[in-house]
């Protein structure tokens, strides 16, 4: 098993910025993608990031391309989301989520493991 445990999420204003952390326990794997997704109130959970931790090759939906960034830092186990420039529409709950086929990007399903969610508001 792979806990997940995010943490990072606020209320914050249009515009500006926020770093939601995921610290990863437990089983290892030789290389896994670590995904972040969000479901905002009244929607279906979609894709937001994803990085694979060997080689750092990192995914963006196009909603988020440009102003999130998607890193990770091996000795802490650690996955982290920049998130910058941020919108109203951006407002929903993010989850970590870990993919050890590695063929997931971004497809949820792929996704076995997944953290508890941390919201993030955005006020106009």
């Known amino acids: 098993q792979v806990q997940l445990v995010e943490s990072g999420g606020g209320l914050v204003q249009a515009g500006d910025s926020l770093r939601l952390s995921c610290a990863a326990s437990?089983?290892?794997?030789?290389?896994?993608?670590m995904g972040w997704f969000r479901q905002a109130p009244g929607k279906e959970r979609e894709f937001v990031a994803t990085?694979?931790?060997?080689?750092?090759?990192?995914y963006y939906a196009d909603s988020v391309k440009g102003r999130f960034t998607i890193s990770r830092d091996n000795a802490k186990n650690t996955v982290y989301l920049q998130m910058t420039s941020l919108k109203p529409e951006d407002t929903a709950v993010y989850y970590c989520?870990?993919?050890?086929?590695?063929?997931?990007?971004?497809?949820?399903?792929?996704?076995?493991?997944w953290g508890q969610g941390t919201q993030v508001t955005v006020s106009s």
């Open positions: 990085i694979r931790w060997i080689g750092g090759t990192a």
């Open positions: 437990g089983r290892t794997f030789s290389n896994i993608n």
């Open positions: 989520a870990a993919d050890p086929s590695l063929v997931g990007w971004a497809r949820e399903r792929a996704y076995v493991y």
